[in-house]
Structure formats: C-alpha cells, structure tokens
C-alpha cells in the first residue's frame, strides 16, 4: 500500500513535469512564430518634434507596434523647406524601408510653385513620390494662451479690425501652407484681407506654441491634434469642423460664433519613387488593419482625429481632386 502511494506520487510529479514542459514548448513556439506584416519601418519627418507629421508619424509607429503589425518603428526628423528638404532626400536617396508623412501642404507645394527643393520638373509634388495611403483627417484649430484676453473668435476678430499689427499669428510652417490658410480662411469670412494679417512662421508645431506662450505672437493657427496635449496652457477658441467633436465637446466650431469655415487636413504616407508595388500594397494594407484596433483606437482618440483611409489608387484620386479644390480656394484667398 505504501508502495502505491509512493509510486503514484512519482507518476503525479512526472505528469505535472510534462505538462510544464509542453505548456513550456507551445508558449515558446507561439512567441517565435508570432508574424509581424513588417519588421522594420523607418518614419521621416519634414518638420520638427511637436508639429501634425511629428505626431502623425509617432502615433502611427505607436499604434502599429502595440497591436502587432510591425516589430519595430524608427523615427527622423528632417525639418526644412516646409517639408521639402525630406520630400528631396525621399526622390534623391531612394531609401529602403522608408515612408514619408505629408498632408495637405505637398498638394499646396505643387500649386504654388514652392521651389524651395527642386526635382527634376522644377517643382516637388505627390507626383515624385509613390502614394501609399492617406489614413487621418485633423481639423483645423485656433488657439490662444491660457491668459489671453480673447475669449473667443469673435473677441480676436474685433481686436484685428481696431489695431491690424496688435493681432499676430503664428504657425508651424512657411507662408501659403496650411496652418497659414486655416488662419486666413477664419479671418477672410470675418470680412477681413487675409493677406493683411501678420502670419509669422514657425519650424513645426512645437516652435509655434512656444511663440505663442512667450507673447510672441497673440493666437496660433493649426491642427486641433497638435494643441489636444497643451490644453493645460491654452484654450482652443475655435475648429474648423461642421460641428463640436466628440474627443473634446468643450472646444467650440468657428462656424457656431458665425464664421462658416470647415476644412479637414489629410495626413498620410508616401514611399521614396522605387517602392515596390508589393511594399506600397504591405503598408497601405497595414496602415488600414490598424485603424480596427484598440491601440489605434487610443492614438486617435488622444488626438481628436476622424479616420480616413485612402489606400493606393483611391489615395492618387483624392490627391488630384483635392488639387483642383485647393487650387481655387488658394485663387480665392489671393494667395496665388
């Protein structure tokens, strides 16, 4: 009897043993298989830390590694030109494993004839790159610091038609671009000549801020993603959407003060001019698959953006289309 207990206990130990080894071996084969869509992606930047591309680019690396897609994502800042010294280094080096985010401002480079970094044709445009997705919309926001005397729209308006120079407004690009435009398009439907309103430009979002809290400058013109972090030192008094957005309800629209202005920034990527059709349909069918996730879910959120995904063909189709809309409005705004 003493025999069979001891014989059991060394069978039961045994069996517990084996069931640790094999628990041990599936686990292990599990972590070593797991299959990411691509190991390494390296993310240029065109501007520097703190601006929409800055948080685009970082956010989506972010969400993409957290949720398993890619194994791991790097990122570099290029600043210069309004986004053309990385455009060029894009065309000129051909790098491998690398996207470029842009938005709005690369279909504005093409109309304005920004020769700040020249290609071939004389002129930069999303024609040198390869398209490969647009995945985010950000709406347009004008901000004050915390202790500014504007309490809305309405008060900055009042303060531009009583003294032009007391008003100056800052943005995290060079004149023509989009943070310029966001601005002028408010001021223009208040009844003012938005080519008369002091823009100063900044080197990315982070700069402009800066400008502002240091009274610099009196309101700061850009996306609402890039101020959504720093509502602790300024207030958003006005966005560019149709209606109050539902990851910040307290922010009010332009058009509920009266100034019927709506606009929504596009930001995407773009590979160097030799990407594979195979590596451009990787990505954009990365960058798509992610947006169902939570940790996308957590990106987006944190920064009130309204998903927009255009992959491959349809992206090339919006850009064009956006290039005719844009066209007229920079006609209408005088900027061109």
């Known amino acids: 009897m003493i025999i069979n207990k001891q014989w059991g206990k060394q069978m039961l130990s045994k069996f517990k043993k084996l069931i640790s080894l094999v628990f041990a071996t599936v686990l292990l084969t599990s972590i070593s298989s797991t299959s990411f869509a691509i190991?390494?992606?390296?993310?240029?930047?065109?501007?520097?830390?703190?601006?929409?591309?800055?948080?685009?680019?970082?956010?989506?690396?972010?969400?993409?590694?957290?949720?398993?897609?890619?194994?791991?994502?790097s990122f570099e800042n290029m600043s210069g030109g309004g986004g053309g010294k990385a455009l060029s280094f894009m065309i000129n080096t051909k790098p491998t494993g690398?996207?470029?985010?842009?938005?709005?401002?690369?279909?504005?480079?093409?109309i304005t004839r920004h020769k700040g970094y020249v290609s071939g044709s004389g002129v930069l445009s999303y024609k040198d790159v390869v398209p490969i997705a647009g995945v985010i919309g950000d709406y347009g926001a004008i901000a004050v610091a915390k202790n500014s005397p504007y309490k809305n729209f309405k008060d900055v308006v009042a303060a531009y038609k009583s003294n032009p120079k007391s008003v100056k407004m800052a943005g995290g690009s060079v004149r023509g671009s989009m943070d310029h435009l966001i601005g002028a398009l408010a001021f223009q439907e208040a009844g003012a000549d938005p080519?008369?309103?002091?823009?100063?430009?900044?080197?990315?979002?982070?700069?402009?801020?800066?400008?502002?809290?240091?009274?610099?400058?009196?309101i700061l013109s850009t996306g609402l993603g890039e101020v959504m972090?720093?509502?602790?030192?300024?207030?958003?008094?006005?966005?560019t959407a149709p209606?109050?957005?539902?990851?910040?309800?307290?922010?009010?629209?332009?058009?509920?003060?009266?100034?019927?202005?709506?606009?929504?920034?596009?930001?995407?990527?773009?590979?160097?001019?030799?990407?594979?059709?195979?590596?451009?349909?990787?990505?954009?069918?990365?960058?798509?698959?992610?947006?169902?996730?939570?940790?996308?879910?957590?990106?987006?959120?944190?920064?009130?953006w309204v998903n927009i995904y255009n992959p491959d063909k349809k992206f090339v189709k919006f850009l064009k289309t956006q290039t005719k809309e844009m066209t007229a409005l920079m006609k209408k705004l005088g900027v061109i």
């Open 39 to 73: 190991d390494k992606l390296h993310f240029v930047i065109g501007g520097g830390a703190g601006g929409g591309w800055d948080g685009t680019a970082r956010g989506t690396g972010e969400a993409l590694t957290k949720a398993g897609f890619l194994k791991s994502a």
């Open 98 to 110: 690398t996207v470029l985010v842009q938005s709005t401002p690369l279909v504005l480079r093409s």
């Open 195 to 218: 080519n008369k309103v002091v823009y100063v430009p900044y080197d990315a979002g982070g700069k402009a801020l800066a400008g502002l809290l240091s009274g610099e400058t009196q």
């Open 229 to 239: 972090g720093a509502r602790d030192q300024v207030r958003i008094i006005g966005i």
């Open 243 to 304: 209606s109050r957005v539902a990851d910040a309800p307290e922010v009010p629209t332009l058009k509920e003060q009266g100034f019927d202005v709506q606009f929504v920034n596009w930001r995407g990527f773009f590979g160097p001019p030799n990407m594979s059709s195979a590596d451009k349909k990787k990505i954009a069918k990365m960058l798509g698959d992610v947006q169902k996730t939570p940790e996308w879910e957590a990106v987006r959120k944190r920064n009130a």
